[in-house]
């Protein structure tokens, strides 16, 4: 028998699974919907059911039933319209607050996320002591439950969150993995659909403890690198590595349509203000920072007119920005007609990573954070620079595409 120290593995993997994650933020939002059975549809009248509360699954509803259908189970079925971007906002805040754990961090979708947390087990302390501690983060962040579960590998660990939900905590030590899995068919694993669990028959083998009976090369003259990948999952090997997801968007930017055939300088600099501190504002929500900025001004003549600027270190300011898009109309300009102006980040980065030479004052760091405040409490430049008040004598100044919720939109 091997001597093994459990509070040190080799290879730690957590995965974190959101508990009927949309259905869970209903009932966070709405206390009246707490402890009941509800389903969340594609709108008021959606009629495919996204997800469930876990009220409304001891009833046998399920994903993907049909609202009418769970309705036959469930009388009292109450039926909410998805919220996406809700959603996509809770997820944001968790994965952060996990990606505040480890950066090795693979969000694998909207309420999945794989941790490889092998390297800061000398920071944090053993595997188990991690899971409890990225259980309780994404307590504190976000009031939700979520099945945790954590291994060796990938496979494993996404096996041992499905043994407990909701609100689990299961722990599959690696060196136990093999053993674990012995009896569990085939095709409860993660990604064996009925195709290659009909093959594996033909060769009698159904749990993962035949696989080991069954040349590697069969499997990968078949499926090739996902055959041998499978042939070693299910012997709680799976050697995918976990693929950190990048953090930050690779630009971020502000654009607006503007009416036909402008040439006035005043006009042209107010819509390059309004962009510049929407665009500041968005990092700075996001507590981002960027030193290269695209600035254009679209003509009907010539196209785009501009180019890419840099500012001396990395900025969020508005007033800044608005410096550059001056200096680009005096460089690129001459008067012809105009109808789109565009102004966009690239590279994004959390702020304060960089070491800045040139540290932007505390002063005005605060006064950004004061308007930030007031402008995301009363709406959007409630607090703006004076030249804005010009705005509202524009047509359809604020672009009905800006989308205030992060640099990430999708769900
Ligand atoms: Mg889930």
């Given at each position: 028998m091997t001597i093994i120290n459990s509070d040190h593995w080799q290879r730690a993997i957590i995965l974190v699974d959101m508990n009927a994650f949309f259905a869970a933020i209903e009932q966070l939002d709405f206390n009246e919907l707490r402890h009941k059975p509800i389903a969340v549809t594609n709108g008021e009248q959606g009629?495919?059911?996204?997800?469930?509360?876990?009220?409304a699954r001891a009833y046998g509803i399920k994903t993907g039933m049909r609202f009418f259908e769970a309705r036959k189970l469930c009388p009292e079925l109450i039926r909410r319209p998805s919220r996406h971007k809700r959603y996509a906002e809770v997820s944001r805040t968790i994965m952060q607050a996990l990606r505040d754990i480890t950066p090795d961090i693979e969000i694998y979708s909207v309420d999945e996320a794989f941790l490889d947390i092998t390297h800061c087990q000398k920071l944090y302390g053993?595997?188990?002591?991690?899971?409890?501690?990225?259980?309780?983060?994404?307590?504190?962040?976000a009031k939700l439950p979520c099945s945790i579960g954590l291994s060796g590998d990938k496979s494993?660990?996404?096996?041992?969150?499905?043994?407990?939900?909701?609100?689990?905590?299961?722990?599959?030590?690696?060196?136990?993995?093999?053993?674990?899995?012995?009896?569990?068919?085939?095709?409860?694993l993660w990604g064996v659909g009925k195709g290659i669990t009909e093959f594996l028959a033909r060769y009698r083998v159904v749990y993962c403890g035949d696989m080991e009976k069954l040349p590697i090369s069969v499997l990968a003259q078949r499926f090739g690198n996902l055959g041998r990948r499978l042939w070693n999952i299910c012997q709680g090997?799976?050697?995918?590595?976990?693929?950190?997801?990048?953090?930050?968007?690779?630009?971020?930017?502000?654009?607006k349509v503007l009416p036909p055939n402008v040439t006035d300088e005043k006009m042209l600099l107010i819509y390059f203000r309004h962009m510049c501190e929407k665009l500041a504002a968005r990092?700075?929500?996001?507590?981002?920072?960027?030193?290269?900025?695209?600035?254009?001004?679209?003509?009907?003549?010539?196209?785009?007119?501009?180019?890419?600027?840099?500012?001396?270190?990395?900025?969020?300011?508005?007033?800044?920005?608005?410096?550059?898009?001056?200096?680009?109309?005096?460089?690129?300009?001459?008067?012809?007609?105009?109808?789109?102006?565009?102004?966009?980040?690239?590279?994004?980065?959390?702020?304060?990573?960089?070491?800045?030479?040139?540290?932007?004052?505390?002063?005005?760091?605060?006064?950004?954070?004061?308007?930030?405040?007031?402008?995301?409490?009363?709406?959007?430049?409630?607090?703006?620079?004076?030249?804005?008040?010009?705005?509202?004598?524009?047509?359809?100044?604020?672009?009905?595409?800006?989308?205030?919720?992060?640099?990430?939109?999708?769900?």
């Open positions: 009629s495919c059911i996204i997800t469930c509360s876990y009220e053993s595997p188990i002591k991690i899971a409890e501690l990225v259980k309780e983060k994404v307590w504190q962040v494993t660990a996404k096996f041992a969150a499905n043994l407990h939900k909701p609100n689990g905590l299961t722990i599959i030590p690696p060196w136990e993995a093999k053993e674990r899995l012995r009896r569990v068919p085939v095709s409860e090997a799976d050697p995918d590595p976990v693929r950190p997801t990048l953090a930050e968007p690779k630009s971020m930017g502000h654009g990092l700075r929500r996001n507590r981002l920072a960027a030193q290269e900025f695209f600035i254009g001004a679209k003509s009907y003549q010539w196209g785009w007119l501009g180019g890419k600027y840099k500012t001396a270190y990395p900025c969020n300011d508005g007033a800044e920005l608005y410096a550059l898009c001056r200096k680009m109309l005096r460089e690129h300009w001459q008067g012809a007609a105009v109808f789109q102006v565009q102004v966009t980040a690239y590279d994004p980065r959390p702020e304060g990573q960089q070491l800045e030479l040139f540290l932007p004052d505390e002063e005005s760091h605060n006064a950004h954070q004061v308007i930030d405040t007031i402008n995301q409490r009363y709406g959007e430049f409630t607090i703006a620079p004076a030249s804005l008040l010009n705005r509202s004598k524009m047509p359809n100044v604020i672009s009905p595409a800006w989308k205030p919720e992060g640099p990430k939109q999708s769900v």
